[in-house]
């Protein structure tokens, strides 16, 4: 199980999340849909994501953290 935190940002309308793999993480997380553009960064890598429509699996490694901004 991951550990999602999110908390509202600093743009009206935005919300900043952070999710953290446990230890025991299979080397997936998963994303469910939200119909929002993310700005995540995640492996050193920034990307702009969605709007997801569908649930995905995208790679992760054990204690890794992504954050990301939804608005």
């Known amino acids: 199980m991951s550990n999602y935190v999110a908390k509202p940002g600093p743009i ?33 890598t920034l990307l702009f994501a969605g709007p997801d429509t569908t649930a995905s699996l995208v790679p992760s490694s054990p ?6 901004m939804l608005g």
């Open 12 to 44: 009206p309308g935005t919300t900043l999340w952070q999710i953290t793999a446990d230890d025991e993480s299979d080397g997936t997380l998963r994303v469910i849909p939200d119909a929002v553009m993310d700005v995540v960064c995640f492996g050193g």
């Open 63 to 68: 204690s890794e953290v992504t954050y990301g």
